[in-house]
């Protein structure tokens, strides 16, 4: 590409559209060749002080993100009983409404749409390709063997970062990938076009800051699956990740490693009392940062852009094991916490005053186990749990060994309260009366134990399953995706489930809802064949390790 078409951008509002695709050709792109290299040492196995080693002395160039088999490292396991499984009927029919749900873009498929819901009345974004929607679906065609329609995807949503996004007349950021887009096909022009949205159109109006971290996700995903080297390497791959990352790592006011954020920037995506540094953005910009690591090429950028990533990483992964992680002995410190401390002696660094701790979560904190909090900022520390980010945390390897495996013994103990008969709560407890007057802005849709509010999504169960597998209990999974297999055909594929245990189907829930098929899909797949885990699971490393000891829980 010459100067012009590398992404140049052109002054359109973020509701924009590319049907014009010869100023990008990146179409090019599609039709190299893919390289299969094996490796003796998958990069993700080297620890970070050893990488920073490397930067210092000038390393040229990376060591390959692939693994053979799809496999992330030496400890991840093997399949000890790979298609154990009686074929189960909603498989084909998943399958089947999968590839319903396939977008095309010039007879090329570049996405899943949300839901194929039929009988609902109104449509809203449901028939548009959402970037966090499609990363089970992208999961599912890898781990089939289906890569092209992921490498589509990866392409298309590079191609509407590069455009320059206004909304109300202000500019976002270079790095800002697209929360959905959706294509257009005009048959009598016999012409697709692709429009975004970039938030300016969600409901809320926030911009979706999860999307690139996402993104970063399913580019190391597709290279570990298919040993593709050559998509992570081009020009137009390697400046799209540099500019997530440095709109991420741009130096600011702010003393803390983690990630600000406003409410409704994730998957939670309307008012829910998130704001701050929500755990779910944290684990994601921990695990996009470490994806990103050894696909960025160490030349002039990608080398700084690589040396930022290594100190935050060793900050963030500090901040986070030590702040936001809570086991019943780190409940019983913040019990019993001064306040008003100054200084750098300081032991409650955050001025949490201990009256602010919720009734709920010392019935809730098992003796054994743990899990990192929603939230931690001055003077707030947000008690609830949130599977999300707990199940990230597992699989980047925020968490250390040790917090994983309290994680899960308290997802094992709370079986009834975080999974109860459809897997699975999205947060634990749900907001109610005044406290979700005040936190919700009184959202209808935000009820207690509905939608973002305690609801019960199926989607969750590949996280889920995924965190069973690393954590070696494999039997948990199974257990998860016997009560999904119970019910969730028979209710038409629905998006959320209500209730205290997740017995009702939600009352706005889409049907056939894209994520949710393809959710069980992906679990099931990484339950007959755990060496699936390496796409989206990534090893320990030990250098990250923080140098205080915080709970019995864990060891630092």
């Known amino acids: 590409m010459d100067g012009t078409k590398e992404y140049g951008l052109r002054k359109v509002s973020s509701h924009c559209s590319i049907s014009e695709m010869d100023d990008y050709d990146l179409s090019k792109l599609l039709d190299r060749p893919r390289i299969n290299i094996e490796r003796k040492r998958s990069f993700d196995e080297r620890s970070l002080s050893e990488l ?34 009686e074929p189960h009927p909603m498989v084909a029919d998943a399958w089947e409404a999968l590839r319903r749900s396939m977008v095309y873009f010039r007879g090329q498929p570049v996405g899943t749409i949300a839901a194929y819901d039929h009988a609902s009345e109104e449509v809203l974004n449901y028939d548009q390709v959402f970037v966090r929607d499609f990363v089970p679906s992208a999961l599912a065609f890898l781990m089939n063997g289906e890569p092209d329609i992921v490498k589509h995807f990866l392409l298309r949503t590079l191609q509407l970062q590069g455009w320059e996004k206004r909304v109300d007349r202000f500019k976002l950021g270079e790095g800002v990938m697209p929360a959905s887009f959706k294509v257009l096909h005009d048959p009598v022009r ?11 159109s969600a409901i809320g109006r926030v911009a979706p800051v999860d999307s690139g971290f996402w993104w970063i996700i399913l580019l190391r995903a597709y290279t570990k699956s ?33 990630l600000l954020c406003a409410d409704g920037c994730s998957m939670i995506d309307r008012r829910m009392g998130i704001y701050g540094y929500p755990i779910e953005i944290q684990a994601l910009f921990f695990m996009a940062l470490r994806s990103a690591l ?25 901040h986070m094991r030590c702040y936001f992680w809570l086991d019943f002995q780190q409940l019983n410190d913040i019990y019993r916490y001064k306040t008003e401390e100054y200084s750098h002696t300081a032991v409650n660094k955050f001025n949490v005053i201990p009256d602010s701790i919720p009734e709920w979560v010392f019935d809730f904190m098992p003796k054994r186990g743990g899990y990192f909090v929603g939230n931690v900022s001055p003077a707030r520390m947000d008690f609830r749990w949130f599977a999300l980010g707990n199940c990230i945390a597992i699989l980047s390897s925020l968490a250390t060994p040790e917090q994983s495996s309290a994680i899960m013994d308290l997802i094992e103990a709370r079986w009834e309260e975080l999974v109860g008969e459809m897997p699975l709560k999205i947060c634990y407890p749900a907001i109610e009366s005044h406290d979700w007057r005040i936190v919700t802005g009184c959202d209808p849709k935000n009820t207690r134990w509905s939608y ?15 965190a069973c597998i690393k954590t070696g209990r494999p039997q948990m999974a199974r ?44 679990a099931k797949m990484m339950l007959e064949d755990p ?16 140098v205080l000891k ?7």
């Open 294 to 318: 050894p696909m960025l090429k160490l030349d002039a950028e990608g080398k700084e852009c690589a040396e930022s990533i290594v100190k935050r990483l060793h900050a963030l992964s500090y």
């Open 226 to 258: 298919t040993g593709d080297l050559t998509l992570a390497e081009t020009p137009e791959c390697q400046k799209g990740m540099r500019l997530i990352l440095t709109l991420c790592l741009s130096e600011g006011f702010d003393t803390f490693p983690t």
């Open 550 to 556: 915080r709970s019995s829980s864990w060891t630092c």
């Open 452 to 466: 973002h509010n305690g609801g019960s999504w199926p989607v969750l169960l590949w996280l889920l399953t995924a």
């Open 52 to 85: 920073s080693i490397g930067l210092a002395k000038g390393l040229d160039n990376f060591e390959g993100a692939y693994s053979p088999g799809g496999r992330s490292g030496f400890s991840t396991p093997g399949s000890t009983a790979r298609n154990s499984f």
């Open 190 to 200: 016999k012409t697709d076009t692709v429009v975004a949205d970039f938030g300016e």
């Open 479 to 522: 257990r998860a995706i016997d009560l999904i297999e119970s019910r969730l055909l028979k209710d038409s594929w629905p998006e959320y489930y209500d209730g205290k245990l997740g017995r009702y189907v939600g009352k706005q829930a889409r049907k056939y809802q894209t994520w949710s098929i393809a959710g069980y899909l992906v």
């Open 531 to 546: 060496s699936h885990l390496g796409m989206i699971s990534l090893e320990e490393d030990r250098q990250m390790k923080p």
